[in-house]
């Protein structure tokens, strides 16, 4: 069985909602962002989908397009 995180159904303060907002801005993935606060990716998906934040990366061309 998995090891539970260490934040696990603790209540997200107004800090973690500021640092998951940082780290998304940054093309951080949702699984290092989950390990960086302890936290499992599907809460970290959540938690951004309910304040509204990306989790998609801002520097990837779309369909592996790259300019000549």
């Not at 973690?16 to 093309?27: F, G, H, I, P, T």
């Not at 809460?43 to 520097?59: D, G, H, R």
Request: zero cysteines; glycine letters at 4%.
């Amino acid at each position: 069985m998995a090891k539970t995180p260490g934040n696990h159904g603790k209540h997200w303060t107004p800090e973690a909602v500021s640092q998951l907002n940082d780290l998304a801005k940054k093309n951080t993935p949702t699984r290092v962002i989950g390990l960086k606060m302890q936290r499992t990716p599907e809460a970290v998906a959540q938690k951004a989908s309910q304040e509204k934040i990306s989790l998609k990366p801002t520097n990837q061309s779309p369909y592996n397009r790259r300019k000549p």
